[in-house]
Structure formats: structure tokens, C-alpha cells
């Protein structure tokens, strides 16, 4: 059924675009003078009314395909209910409608003809179709995977414009072949309509390309987003296709331009032989440009790479991480010799600029020297990379994963990466806190292929037969909180304003039988003072913290308190007066503060502060600091909330 879909769905786009561009160059060519602009033109005509057809068959066809895998049965396929609820109670339903809509009243107006003996007649005739066929052809973009990632109106403006060029350029190739081909037959001098015809289409074509470009790629850094999606995903993979073979029908156009000049004919040159060059070329083209609708059908059939797993096709890729922690000087000095490279390399290419002779050679050395020196410069942050290093963790960075993961760890992992328990600080040197630093640098998917696949010659083993996806994502969160607790520059007392790293792991707030809240619903909104607490050596505090939750609140911080251990009385035993009226966790406790005490060691009352984005600002803890006094927590906060909001960011990268 998804070959039908796709197979219906690039006959209708390229029945669309080709006859938008049929109506485009007619258009273009304004009221037929000769007789062969006659025979062109209704040589057109006839072709274009085919191509209406043919789009609103395929339509169908695309229409009831889609119906058959959204309701998961094939007979769906011709069950006018399904098909009538797929059309009403869609929105890709209601744009198809609108667009098959148009497309009805074009094919009525081409078939009944109208009266173009008047050369305003003839235009109007004439601009109406085009416009019923350019919306037809532009409303696609308003049901594409862009839209349906967003809502915000850009990505679809991007597709609209991108299918307009797309229909103005690649559509009217087919007809100008035709034209040309038609205009090279005769003896001598080609038609001068013709040759007309191809000078400002060839002009319109320069603008419609560039438009396609830069709609193009801004639609693609919004589904694409980074050089995985683009080098490790199905979706990115069509787009370099589409790429390539883009750039091989711009060079056949650039080939064309070049051509022009002859097939005015003042010179010696045969125009007419040029012209049947020129309709060959142009010819090659179209069917590139029809490969090139294929691919974009393609695309919109797979998951975009901002969506999908990219699967990372090279052995080494770039890490900006081990920059980031190098004093500036000491960066500077490891660039030194690539930017001494690249410099001697602009040096030498601006020479050549200056002498203009011997270019060829002069750039091609200028080329080196600047790849040299980018190699040189790049070649630090340039690290081994796994097929999975771009892999998007399957399970969540949350409480309950990080505490599966610590006792898996424990089972399978500390025998060889020393012990821990929950609590307390690994054996100082052991394994475990030498993998800390090594397994921050590291993306999760790259620790995945290491736990998976082992590192039989360090004398790691596989666990990809001993434990399962999930449970590997588990230790992999557990490794990556533990990791991040040991961070050499650990969260203070005191907010750093622009430091935000480290990720407080989700959970649910259940706070007896209401609705659980998560933790990351806070998000967007509210400031989460997190306190770990245990009775009796809390309870002072905790009445403090009663007592001053209205005045916390104003400022738009909630307070989450969790007790050790799961008991539906935690609220009572905190006692009546002043009385609790923030959230106090019934449920989940023994994961929650497990995972968290990974950053605050020991069992003492701890105080952490969240920021808006997710990030864990600042640690209070009872054995080492005492607790903040409102004032300093109102200080924290107003901090956070002068703070420019960062892009909210997935907190694994
Ligand atoms: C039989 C002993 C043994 C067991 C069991 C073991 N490892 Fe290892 N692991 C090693 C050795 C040895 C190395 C290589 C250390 C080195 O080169 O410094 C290693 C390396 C690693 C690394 C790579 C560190 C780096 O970036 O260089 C990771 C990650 C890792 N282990 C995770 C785990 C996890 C998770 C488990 C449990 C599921 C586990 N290991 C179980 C022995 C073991």
C-alpha cells in the first residue's frame, strides 16, 4: 500500500508542477504570431488537459491509499465511509478536498474552451488556468510533514514558495524542448518568437532557481537540523540526492545559457543545429527534474531526520566539547599552525587575484594550504565516532530509569568499575571515577555501541546479548548522572548566571491520589525548589519553608518535598501548623532520592533549586551549608529570572 501511496502521490505532484509550468510558459509566450506558436500552443494545450486528468486520478488513487494505511486495512480503500471521514475530519483531508476542488474547475474550463479571439481574452483565459493550477500545486505544502511538525506558519511558506519555483521552472522545461525542437526543424533561422520565448524564460528561470534554493534549505535546516540527520538518516540521504542532481541540471542550464547567443544567428554558427542542441539539453533536464520530483516525493514519505535515528555512516566525527574546556590561550596555540596554514594559503590566492597569471596553479596551491590548515585546526576536536553516535536514547533521562540503571550497574558493571552503592563516593581511583570524565565527553548513543558491542581488546565485555535495549538505556542514564555528578566544576550555593548543565532527571510529583505531575511540567513556568528532607532533623525547616511558601510562590518558585521513603501520611507527619500546602511526594520516593543523593552525597537535608529550562542551579546541603534563609533563595531566584531564557534544549545530546 505505501508503494501505491508513493506512486500515486509523485504522478500527482509531477502532473501539478508540470502543468503549472505548461500554463506558466504559455503565458510566458504570449499571444501565438505564427503559425508554428499556433501548433505549439495547441500542441500544449492538449498535453495540459492530459496532465489535469492524470493529477486528479492520481489524486484519487493517493486519496484512497492514504485512507487504507490511516485506517490500517486495505478494503478501507474503496469504503466510502472511511474515505468521507478521512476527507472531512482531516486537515490533509480538507486541503486535499480544496485542492481536487480547483483542479475540477480547471479541467472544466479546459475542456469547454473558452473565446480567446481578443488578445485580453486570450490573457485572461490563460492567467486563470495558471492560477487555478499554481494554488492547486502551492496547497500541497499545506498538509507536508513541515506543517505537521510546527505550527508555526514559516515551514509552510517555505514549501509554498519552494512548489511555486518548482512548478514555474521544472514544469515549463517539457513545453520549451518542445518549442525549441519545433523552432530548430525548419531551414535557417529558428522562429524569433521562439528564440524569445527561451531568453526571458531563461532569465525567470535564474530568479525561480534561486527561490527553489533558498526555500530548499530553509525547509531543510527546520526538518533536517544538524550534519547526523543530514549524513545518518533516509530523509537526509534524499536530500543530497536531490542535491546532486539539482547541481547536474543547473550545469546542463548553464551549458544552455551559453548557448543563446548562437541562435540569434548573426554569426556564422548554425542556429538551427544549436537549437536542436539546446532542445536535447533542455530535454535532459526535464528528466532530471523528474527524478528530482521522485526524491522529493520520496522525502515526504520518510521520517524527517530531525525525527528520525540517524545512523552515523563515518568512523571520526567533531566534538566541540574538548574545546570548550581550554583556556582560551590554549586553544589559540593549537590553532596557531592551522590558521599560519590557512593564512599563507588566502595570502597566496589574494596573489594570485593580483598577478593573474599562472591562476590555475597558484589557486590550486592556495586550495591546499587552506584544506591543509583546516585539517590542522580540526584535527583535535576530531574524535571516534560509532554508527549509533547520533542514536536518540529510547527511554527518558528520569528518576526511575537512573535507579534501574544504578542497580544494574551494581549487578553487572561494578564487579570490574569498583563498587558503589547508593550514597556513598566510590573508592577514590577506581574505575568507576576514571569513566566518570571519560563518559561525559561521550554522546549516549556512543556509550550505547560501547555497552553493546564491548571492547574486547581493552577487556571490556558486550552486553548486547546479556541485557536488553531498554535496560542498556537505563545504565547508560545512570552512567550519565553519575558521570555528571562528578563534574570537576560541581553546582554551588550560588546561581552562575549563563551555566546552566546540569540536567535534573524528570519524575512524577504524586502527591497522594491526585493526578501525578511530572517534574518537567514545571518547565516553561515555574522554579522548582527541590527538598530532600527526613524527619525529626528536618523539622524546623520544613515549618520555615511553610510558613514562607506564599511569599516563595509570588516570586514563581513551587516547592517539591520528598521524604526517603513512599507513605501516604509524609503530609501529615509534617504535622498541622503551619500548615503544608506545596506538594509533598507520597509515591516513588526510594528512585527519586536515590537519584538525586547521586548529587548530594550523604543523608542530610539537601535544597536544590531548578530553573525554568530543567536545570539543577544551585545545591544546598545541611552538613556542608547551611540553609538559605528566604532572602538568599528570593536573591537565587530573581537571578534565574532576570537570566535571557536559553532555547529550551534536549538535555541528552
Ligand atoms: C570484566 C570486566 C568489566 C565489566 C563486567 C564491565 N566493564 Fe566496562 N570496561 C572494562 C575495561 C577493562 C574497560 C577499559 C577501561 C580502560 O581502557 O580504561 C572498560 C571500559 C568501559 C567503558 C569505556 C570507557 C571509555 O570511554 O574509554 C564504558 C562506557 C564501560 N566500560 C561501561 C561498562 C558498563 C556500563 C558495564 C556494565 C553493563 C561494564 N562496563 C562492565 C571492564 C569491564
Known amino acids: 500500500m505505501t508503494a501505491v501511496l508513493f506512486t500515486a502521490f509523485g504522478i500527482h505532484l509531477a502532473a501539478c508542477v508540470l502543468a503549472t509550468g505548461a500554463f506558466f510558459l504559455l503565458l510566458l509566450a504570449g499571444l501565438p504570431a505564427t503559425g508554428l506558436m499556433c501548433r505549439w500552443e495547441r500542441q500544449v494545450l492538449s498535453g495540459a488537459r492530459w496532465l489535469v486528468l492524470v493529477a486528479l486520478g492520481s489524486g484519487a488513487v493517493w486519496l484512497a491509499a492514504r485512507t487504507a494505511l490511516f485506517e490500517g486495512r486495505p478494503d478501507a480503500a474503496l469504503d466510502p465511509h472511511a474515505i468521507r471521514h478521512a476527507m472531512l475530519d482531516t486537515w490533509p483531508g480538507v486541503v486535499w478536498m480544496a485542492r481536487h476542488g480547483l483542479l475540477v474547475v480547471l479541467a472544466a474550463f479546459l475542456f469547454t474552451g473558452g473565446d480567446v479571439s481578443t488578445r485580453w481574452n486570450w490573457i485572461a483565459a490563460r492567467a486563470e488556468a495558471l492560477v487555478l493550477a499554481a494554488l492547486a500545486l502551492i496547497l500541497l505544502g499545506g498538509s507536508s510533514h513541515a506543517a505537521a511538525i510546527s505550527d508555526s506558519l514559516w515551514p509552510r511558506a517555505f514549501d509554498m514558495v519552494h512548489l511555486l519555483g518548482a512548478g514555474i521552472w521544472a514544469g515549463s522545461l517539457p513545453p520549451l524542448a518542445l518549442l525549441i525542437y519545433a523552432a530548430s526543424r525548419g531551414p535557417g533561422v529558428p522562429d524569433p518568437y521562439a528564440v524569445q520565448t527561451m531568453r526571458s524564460f531563461s532569465r525567470i528561470a535564474l530568479v525561480a532557481v534561486l527561490v527553489l534554493a533558498g526555500s530548499g534549505i530553509a525547509s531543510a535546516t527546520l526538518l533536517v537540523k544538524s550534519v547526523a540527520g543530514l549524513m545518518g538518516t533516509t530523509h537526509g540521504h534524499l536530500l543530497l540526492a536531490k542535491l546532486a542532481v539539482l547541481i547536474a541540471a543547473l550545469v546542463l542550464a548553464a551549458a544552455n545559457r551559453a548557448l543563446l547567443p548562437a541562435l540569434s544567428g548573426t554569426n556564422e554558427a548554425k542556429p538551427s543545429a544549436t537549437a536542436r542542441r539546446m532542445a536535447l539539453f533542455i530535454a535532459m533536464e526535464a528528466g532530471l527534474v523528474v527524478l528530482l520530483l521522485g526524491l522529493a516525493g520520496a522525502m515526504t514519505l520518510t521520517t524527517p531526520a530531525a525525527h528520525g535515528d540517524p545512523v552515523w555512516p563515518f568512523p571520526i566525527r567533531l566534538s566541540v566539547d574538548t574545546l570548550l574546556d581550554l583556556p582560551v590561550v590554549q586553544v589559540l596555540a593549537q590553532l596557531r599552525d592551522g590558521l599560519v596554514l590557512a593564512g599563507l594559503g588566502l595570502g597566496v590566492l589574494a596573489i594570485a587575484f593580483l598577478t593573474r597569471r599562472r591562476r590555475k596553479l597558484l589557486s590550486g596551491l592556495a586550495f591546499?594550504?587552506?584544506?591543509?590548515?583546516?585539517?590542522?585546526?580540526?584535527?583535535?576536536?576530531?574524535?571516534?565516532?560509532?554508527?549509533?553516535?547520533?542514536?536518540?536514547?529510547?527511554?527518558?533521562?528520569?528518576?526511575?530509569?537512573?535507579?534501574?540503571?544504578?542497580?544494574?550497574?551494581?549487578?553487572?558493571?561494578?564487579?570490574?568499575?569498583?563498587?558503589?552503592?547508593?550514597?556513598?563516593?566510590?573508592?577514590?581511583?577506581?574505575?568507576?571515577?576514571?569513566?566518570?570524565?571519560?563518559?561525559?565527553?561521550?554522546?549516549?548513543?556512543?556509550?550505547?555501541?560501547?555497552?553493546?558491542?564491548?571492547?574486547?581488546?581493552?577487556?571490556?565485555?558486550?552486553?548486547?546479548?546479556?541485557?536488553?535495549?531498554?535496560?542498556?538505556?537505563?545504565?547508560?542514564?545512570?552512567?550519565?548522572?553519575?558521570?555528571?555528578?562528578?563534574?570537576?566544576?560541581?553546582?554551588?550555593?550560588?546561581?552562575?548566571?549563563?551555566?546552566?548543565?546540569?540536567?535534573?532527571?524528570?519524575?512524577?510529583?504524586?502527591?497522594?491520589?491526585?493526578?501525578?505531575?511530572?517534574?518537567?511540567?514545571?518547565?516553561?513556568?515555574?522554579?522548582?525548589?527541590?527538598?530532600?528532607?527526613?524527619?525529626?532533623?528536618?523539622?524546623?525547616?520544613?515549618?520555615?519553608?511553610?510558613?514562607?511558601?506564599?511569599?516563595?510562590?509570588?516570586?514563581?518558585?513551587?516547592?517539591?518535598?520528598?521524604?526517603?521513603?513512599?507513605?501516604?501520611?509524609?503530609?501529615?507527619?509534617?504535622?498541622?501548623?503551619?500548615?503544608?500546602?506545596?506538594?509533598?511526594?507520597?509515591?516513588?520516593?526510594?528512585?527519586?532520592?536515590s537519584v538525586y543523593r547521586l548529587f548530594t552525597p550523604g543523608t542530610a537535608h539537601a535544597e536544590l533549586l531548578i530553573d525554568r529550562q530543567g536545570y539543577i542551579r544551585a545545591i544546598w546541603r545541611d552538613d556542608l551549608t547551611a540553609m538559605p534563609d528566604p532572602t538568599t533563595i528570593q536573591a537565587q531566584v530573581e537571578r534565574l529570572n532576570e537570566e535571557k531564557a536559553p532555547p529550551p534544549i534536549d538535555h541528552v545530546h
Open 368 to 593: 591546499m594550504l587552506v584544506a591543509g590548515g583546516a585539517a590542522v585546526t580540526l584535527a583535535p576536536l576530531v574524535v571516534e565516532a560509532y554508527p549509533t553516535s547520533y542514536l536518540r536514547p529510547s527511554v527518558t533521562y528520569n528518576a526511575g530509569s537512573i535507579a534501574e540503571g544504578m542497580s544494574i550497574y551494581q549487578a553487572r558493571c561494578a564487579s570490574c568499575h569498583a563498587t558503589r552503592t547508593a550514597g556513598s563516593e566510590a573508592l577514590s581511583g577506581s574505575t568507576v571515577d576514571r569513566l566518570a570524565p571519560l563518559t561525559a565527553r561521550q554522546t549516549a548513543g556512543e556509550l550505547f555501541w560501547l555497552i553493546t558491542h564491548g571492547e574486547l581488546a581493552r577487556g571490556m565485555p558486550e552486553f548486547g546479548s546479556l541485557l536488553g535495549e531498554v535496560e542498556r538505556w537505563h545504565v547508560i542514564n545512570f552512567i550519565r548522572a553519575f558521570a555528571a555528578a562528578r563534574d570537576p566544576r560541581p553546582v554551588g550555593t550560588d546561581v552562575e548566571t549563563g551555566r546552566a548543565w546540569l540536567a535534573a532527571p524528570d519524575f512524577n510529583v504524586s502527591v497522594g491520589p491526585l493526578t501525578p505531575r511530572a517534574l518537567r511540567d514545571y518547565r516553561g513556568q515555574r522554579v522548582v525548589l527541590l527538598v530532600l528532607y527526613d524527619l525529626p532533623q528536618s523539622r524546623t525547616r520544613m515549618a520555615e519553608l511553610a510558613r514562607r511558601y506564599g511569599a516563595l510562590s509570588v516570586l514563581g518558585v513551587e516547592i517539591v518535598a520528598v521524604p526517603p521513603r513512599a507513605s501516604p501520611e509524609a503530609i501529615a507527619e509534617l504535622g498541622a501548623l503551619p500548615p503544608v500546602l506545596f506538594p509533598v511526594v507520597t509515591n516513588g520516593n526510594e528512585a527519586i532520592v
